[in-house]
């Protein structure tokens, strides 16, 4: 009998090949478990026990985003931008203080001119000022040219209110990265505040340039940042459960007016 027409005749099923296998191969799957074979590498970033301190320091960085931060206090988050910081702290470290060593020269030196007769000279160098009692005084006998803040002091009562004394008395300030940095001008760990009272002849052309982007950064924005809150940023689960939220009011209301 015939094939019917548009019928394909069944091909004869194909052999398939078999894996030939090597018999002094023997399989042996690994074994993970305790005393087994070492598992392969992976990121084990979220098992790590962290210390206290870093534990500490990372809560308090999401409570920030997450609370809402008043005015004054969200001042300190806006800092001087990087080109600006770098030409300033080259200026600052041409009038560090002396240190220890420095000063025990300078000592000896007077000592062995008092020794020999001469008048030795006592004239008074133009270096960085530090300390908040004392650099509050010579803000407040206006003395100060430019004030330095750092963005990072603990706690932050302690400064919190050096940006408005400075704007009442007309002194540029500006607020900068990192306390350790200041500390390191004037050869301690850490320093909340510097303040310079005078610069070289040199120097007076490039301060006066630093002074003017510091005060269109600072002094003139001061009005602006007063108002300005910070924080109350929350978590990638709470902004997704809101946005859900929200979809479904927007759906509601379309329902509602057809």
């Known amino acids: 009998?015939?094939?019917?027409?548009?019928?394909?005749?069944?091909?004869?099923?194909?052999?398939?090949?078999?894996?030939?296998?090597?018999?002094?191969?023997?399989?042996?799957?690994?074994?993970?478990?305790?005393?087994?074979?070492?598992?392969?590498?992976?990121?084990?970033?979220?098992?790590?026990?962290?210390?206290?301190?870093?534990?500490?320091?990372?809560?308090?960085?999401?409570?920030?985003?997450?609370?809402?931060?008043?005015?004054?206090?969200?001042?300190?988050?806006?800092?001087?931008?990087?080109?600006?910081?770098?030409?300033?702290?080259?200026?600052?470290?041409?009038?560090?203080?002396?240190?220890?060593?420095?000063?025990?020269?300078?000592?000896?030196?007077?000592a062995q001119a008092e020794a020999e007769g001469k008048t030795p000279e006592l004239k008074k160098p133009i270096v960085v000022k530090y300390g908040l009692n004392h650099i509050t005084y010579l803000i407040e006998q206006n003395k100060a040219q430019l004030v330095v803040i750092a963005h990072d002091v603990d706690p932050i009562e302690l400064v919190v209110w050096l940006p408005a004394l400075c704007r009442k008395m007309e002194i540029p300030y500006c607020i900068v990265k990192g306390k350790a940095r200041l500390g390191t001008i004037?050869?301690?760990?850490?320093?909340?505040?510097?303040?310079?009272?005078?610069?070289?002849?040199?120097?007076?052309?490039?301060?006066?340039?630093?002074?003017?982007?510091?005060?269109?950064?600072?002094?003139?924005?001061?009005d602006e940042t007063r108002k300005k809150w910070g924080g109350g940023v929350m978590g990638s689960k709470s902004r997704a459960k809101t946005k859900a939220k929200e979809r479904l009011m927007a759906k509601e209301a379309a329902q509602r007016m057809t």
């Open 186 to 222: 004037v050869h301690k760990k850490t320093a909340s505040v510097l303040c310079l009272t005078s610069v070289k002849n040199e120097d007076k052309m490039e301060f006066s340039k630093i002074l003017e982007a510091i005060k269109a950064n600072f002094n003139d924005k001061f």
């Open 1 to 110: 009998m015939a094939p019917k027409k548009g019928v394909k005749p069944v091909a004869a099923a194909k052999k398939k090949a078999e894996k030939v296998v090597n018999p002094l191969l023997e399989k042996r799957p690994k074994q993970f478990g305790i005393g087994g074979a070492i598992p392969p590498k992976r990121d084990l970033h979220r098992f790590v026990r962290w210390p206290q301190v870093v534990q500490i320091q990372r809560k308090k960085m999401i409570l920030k985003q997450r609370l809402k931060v008043p005015p004054p206090i969200h001042q300190f988050s806006k800092t001087l931008d990087k080109n600006l910081a770098t030409n300033l702290f080259k200026i600052l470290l041409k009038y560090r203080p002396e240190d220890k060593a420095e000063k025990k020269e300078r000592l000896l030196k007077r």
